[in-house]
C-alpha cells in the first residue's frame, strides 16, 4: 500500500494528485494487481478532501482500465501495466526532492548534511530495499 499525500502548494489539483500516485504505485510495484485500495471515504477522511474529489479520481483510473470497481466489495488494482514517460518521472523525482529539502530545512539541516544521508541511503541499498518493505 503507499501512503497518499497531497501537496497543497503545488497547484495540481488534488485528484490529479491521487491518479499521479496510484500510476507511480503501479508502476513502482508498490500496488499490485488486486491489491485493494482505501473506500472513497476512507481516503477523503484521511486526505481531509471532499469525497467526490476521490471519487473522480478513481473512477478516471477505471476509465483507463486502472482500477477496477467490484460494487459493495471495494475498489482495486486492475491487471493494466502502467508506463511512466521519462518526462513524468523527471517531474515526480522533482517533486520528491523538493519535498525532501523542505523537511531537511524543517529540521535545520544544511543541504550538505541532506547530500550525506541521501547518498549514505543510496550506497548501501536500504532505500531500495525500504521502499519494497513499505
Given amino acids: 500500500?503507499?501512503?497518499f499525500k497531497l501537496d497543497l502548494k503545488s497547484g495540481v489539483p488534488f485528484h490529479r494528485q491521487i491518479v499521479d500516485q496510484i500510476r507511480y504505485g503501479i508502476?513502482?510495484?508498490r500496488?499490485?494487481?488486486?491489491?485493494?485500495?482505501?473506500?472513497?471515504?476512507?481516503?477523503a477522511v484521511q486526505l481531509q478532501i471532499n469525497p467526490?474529489?476521490?471519487?473522480?479520481?478513481?473512477?478516471?483510473?477505471?476509465?483507463?482500465?486502472i482500477l477496477n470497481t467490484q460494487q459493495g466489495t471495494g475498489t482495486f488494482v486492475g491487471d493494466q501495466q502502467v508506463e511512466i514517460g521519462d518526462d513524468?518521472?523527471?517531474?515526480?523525482?522533482?517533486?520528491?526532492?523538493?519535498e525532501l529539502v523542505a523537511r531537511g530545512h524543517q529540521?535545520?539541516?544544511?543541504?550538505?548534511?541532506i547530500v550525506e544521508h541521501l547518498q549514505r541511503r543510496?550506497?548501501?541499498?536500504?532505500?531500495?530495499?525500504?521502499?519494497?518493505?513499505?
Fill in 52 to 65: 467526490n474529489t476521490v471519487r473522480k479520481a478513481y473512477s478516471d483510473l477505471e476509465i483507463l482500465g
Fill in 107 to 113: 529540521y535545520n539541516l544544511t543541504l550538505e548534511e
Fill in 88 to 98: 513524468e518521472k523527471r517531474r515526480m523525482l522533482r517533486q520528491v526532492c523538493d
Fill in 27 to 29: 508502476a513502482s510495484k
Fill in 31 to 43: 500496488l499490485l494487481p488486486g491489491e485493494q485500495l482505501p473506500t472513497v471515504r476512507d481516503l
Fill in 122 to 134: 543510496l550506497s548501501d541499498g536500504t532505500a531500495e530495499e525500504n521502499d519494497r518493505r513499505d
Fill in 1 to 3: 500500500m503507499i501512503e
